[in-house]
Nanobody, 116 residues
Framework: QVQLVESGGGLVQPGGSLRLSCAAS????????MSWYRQDPGKERRLVAT????????WYTDSVKGRFTISRDNVKSLVYLQMNSLKPEDTAVYYC?????????WGQGTQVTVSS
């Protein structure tokens, strides 16, 4: 059974940090590129960051460059999103996604709220 389980969300003050984790199971994790998306209420889900299968290459949307870092551990089947200098506009539900050549999977999401 394929599972992607996100954790690490919560309430944080502006300027603070959070680290999201996504635990994968039920598929060959190292064969899949991994991404983090976020979704505001009433808006489309948008790509935040992506990391290649071997972790050698990453991509970030402009609004998070220099603040967020995506990383992965292919031994433990985990992907992380380190979020620093958080802003209120980073508030969203964050989703983990696995993308393979033939298919892909989504996690259930974790809420991140940045507010004073």
């Amino acid at each position: 059974q394929v599972q992607l389980v996100e954790s690490g969300g919560g309430l944080v003050q502006p300027g603070g940090s959070l680290r999201l984790s996504c635990a994968a199971s039920g598929f060959t994790f190292s064969d899949y590129a991994m991404s983090w998306y976020r979704q505001d209420p009433g808006k489309e889900r948008r790509l935040v960051a992506t990391i290649t299968t071997d972790g050698e290459s990453t991509w970030y949307t402009d609004s998070v460059k220099g603040r967020f870092t995506i990383s992965r551990d292919n031994v433990k089947s985990l992907v992380y999103l380190q979020m620093n200098s958080l802003k209120p506009e980073d508030t969203a539900v964050y989703y983990c996604r696995a993308r393979g050549d033939l298919n892909g999977f989504w996690g259930q999401g974790t809420q991140v709220t940045v507010s004073s």
